[in-house]
């Protein structure tokens, strides 16, 4: 079946520090990947929608300078938080999908901690 | 855009009561999907029901939600509640304006104790 590895499982950053979390496919081909973030008492919010061989677009509020993704193959994403601050505390959820007759399989998620 | 609203919170139930959790939705796509999402703490959220179908009921796992278009609404059910079915339900709406990338309502923590 189509599983989705996000790593890392939590992760705790110095304020002003980056990090990086990754997200695996394993069993079918990652042709769109879609990072969200869940901050404290919210939603899961979409920061950015990415597909193979297209531009990834962002949402309002989210920018490639802040949360810039790589993805360079159809089995591989990953985004980094960059300049971490309290704000962007939260659980991350990177989803992909095959095409558009398939549903999004979500990862495990990371949980962020800034310090 | 897109937006979905659940019931929100936490809901307790005693074990063996129906289930009942309220999802509506907000869409300019006739064509829309809503699904329910299930999540386990620290675990992946996965897919618990996915409709497109207006009226038509469907099922997994002894949950079941019937998209009714004319009332923009997905509530999911199940008639008796197991301690197992603790966890957080997400309801979500993708559709093709959004390339199908699921918009997530708030979430509902539901609690089922003996």
């Known amino acids: 079946g189509a599983l989705v590895y996000q790593y890392p499982r939590r992760t705790i950053c110095k304020s002003g520090t980056s990090m990086r979390m990754e997200c695996q496919a394993v069993g079918f081909q990652a042709t769109s990947v879609a990072w969200y973030r869940q901050s404290p008492q919210k939603t899961f919010e979409l920061i950015a929608l990415?597909?193979?061989?297209?531009?990834?677009?962002?949402e309002q509020n989210f920018t490639q300078e802040k949360f810039p993704i790589s993805h360079p193959n159809l089995s591989f994403s990953s985004m980094t938080v960059l300049n971490a601050y309290l704000e962007d505390r939260g659980l991350y959820l990177c989803g992909a999908r095959h095409s558009a007759n398939s549903d999004y399989t979500f990862g495990s998620g990371t949980r962020l901690l800034v310090i | 855009g897109d937006s979905v609203t659940q019931t929100e919170g936490l809901v307790t139930l005693t074990e063996g009561l129906p289930v009942m959790l309220n999802c509506t939705y907000q869409?300019?796509?006739?064509?829309?999907?809503l699904f329910w999402y299930v999540h386990y703490l620290n675990e992946s959220p996965w897919l618990l029901l996915r409709s497109s179908t207006d009226n038509k009921r469907t099922e997994h796992q002894g949950f079941h939600a019937t998209l009714h278009k004319s009332s923009s609404s997905f509530h999911l059910q199940k008639s008796s509640a197991q301690l197992s079915d603790s966890a957080l339900y997400y309801c979500?709406?993708?559709?093709?304006?959004?390339?199908?990338?699921?918009?997530f309502g708030k979430g509902t923590s539901l609690v089922v104790h003996p």
């Open positions: 869409t300019i796509y006739s064509n829309a999907f």
């Open positions: 990415s597909t193979v061989n297209s531009a990834i677009k962002y």
């Open positions: 979500a709406l993708s559709d093709p304006g959004g390339n199908y990338k699921p918009t």
